[in-house]
């Protein structure tokens, strides 16, 4: 079974930056590609953004402030968040695709408050 274990989330004020992390159990490039998605109190959960080898798909609402990577060596996605706002307070989730199967991660919590 494959798992993914996202790390990072925390309180942060508003315009402050976290680097959340996803570290799944199987090899990165046994992936078809690697999502982020969130979901806020009370709400549907969303889509992020998305890397798929060298491509890098974004939300409108994030696109500018966050950047999605991929470190082979030490097999982890990272989502960097800079310009932090009161909107993006949600539980941030690792999505996983491989060989037409889906994978999620637990979560890991970004709240953003002053």
């Known amino acids: 079974q494959v798992q993914l274990a996202e790390s990072g989330g925390g309180l942060v004020q508003p315009g402050g930056s976290l680097r959340l992390s996803c570290a799944p159990s199987?090899?990165?490039?046994?992936?078809?590609?690697m999502d982020w998605y969130r979901q806020a109190p009370g709400k549907e959960r969303e889509f992020v953004a998305r890397?798929?080898?060298?491509?890098?798909t974004y939300a409108d609402s994030v696109k500018g402030r966050f950047t999605i990577s991929r470190d082979n060596a030490n097999n982890t996605v990272y989502l960097r968040m800079n310009s932090l706002k009161l909107e993006d307070t949600a539980v941030y989730y690792c999505?996983?695709?491989?060989?037409?199967?889906?994978?999620w991660g637990k979560g890991t919590l970004v709240t953003v408050s002053s």
């Open positions: 999505r996983g695709v491989r060989a037409g199967t889906t994978y």
């Open positions: 199987d090899r990165i490039f046994n992936f078809n590609y």
């Open positions: 890397i798929n080898l060298g491509v890098r």
